[in-house]
């Protein structure tokens, strides 16, 4: 996978073509910086079925992702395991 920041993110979203798009995975600390910074992993696709696979995964895991992010680990761990076997 192709992991960025969110400000490489940011800076790219607009060259980024229609075969392209961006999901949060994670948000970390930077060694030497106080703040967190969001990463992405860029997912790329040659077609409109494979698009739409990829979008589907990117929408299950941000869900995932936010129940976590709310504490809300019993329900986001149900969320995850249902995303591997999409892997």
């Known amino acids: 996978p192709i992991l960025i920041s969110e400000s490489t ?22 060694k030497g910086k106080t703040e967190s910074v969001k ?3 860029v997912l790329y696709f040659d ?10 995964i ?8 936010e129940l976590y992010l709310n504490d809300r680990f019993i329900e986001a761990k149900q969320e ?5 076997s999409d892997s």
């Open 9 to 30: 993110m940011k800076n790219l979203s607009e060259k980024l073509d229609e075969n392209y798009f961006t999901r949060m995975v994670d948000t970390v600390i930077v």
């Open 39 to 41: 990463i992405f992993e």
């Open 47 to 56: 077609n409109q079925e494979e698009k739409n696979q990829k979008w589907e």
């Open 58 to 65: 990117k929408t299950n895991f941000e869900k995932a992702m």
């Open 80 to 84: 995850f395991q249902k995303l591997e």
